[in-house]
């Protein structure tokens, strides 16, 4: 797939890296982002949606990125467990966070595992 860079992109492109960047005050769009713009309508809404969703909220951004994080990582998606390990520890995740991260996401996946191979019953607590 190729990436399309900021010199070759197509107007409606150039719209959305001007404002990934703008958003983000990063001098370039990384990978991902030249990757989608091979389908601008995909890059556009991708964008969109994520602006929207890690916008300020409820949540603070480190939290936010650490979630995306451990989606990420839960999902197997390399690239964006760099991006977004990349992202947290820009937002303040520390190094002893990001090992306490680790530490939850294995332990989740290996009781995960456990609770589907036994089938077990949702306690009624939980409902």
Not at 64 to 74: D, R, V
Not at 85 to 108: F, I, Q, R
Request: proline share 7%; net charge negative; charged share 20%.
């Amino acid at each position: 797939m190729p990436l399309i860079e900021y010199a070759e992109a197509p107007a409606e492109v150039r719209a959305v890296y001007d404002d990934i960047k703008a958003t983000r005050g990063v001098p370039d769009v990384n990978n991902f982002w030249k990757a989608l713009a091979v389908h601008p309508p995909t890059l556009a809404r991708t964008w969109d949606s994520l602006k929207q969703v890690m916008a300020p909220g409820a949540l603070d951004p480190l939290t936010k990125e650490m979630l995306y994080l451990a989606a990420s990582a839960a999902a197997g998606c390399a690239y964006c467990v760099a991006s977004h390990t990349a992202a947290a520890k820009a937002k303040g995740m520390t190094e002893a966070m990001h090992g306490e991260l680790l530490a939850v996401l294995g332990m989740a996946a290996e009781t995960n595992r456990l609770a589907e191979s036994l089938r077990v019953p949702i306690d009624p607590a939980f409902l």
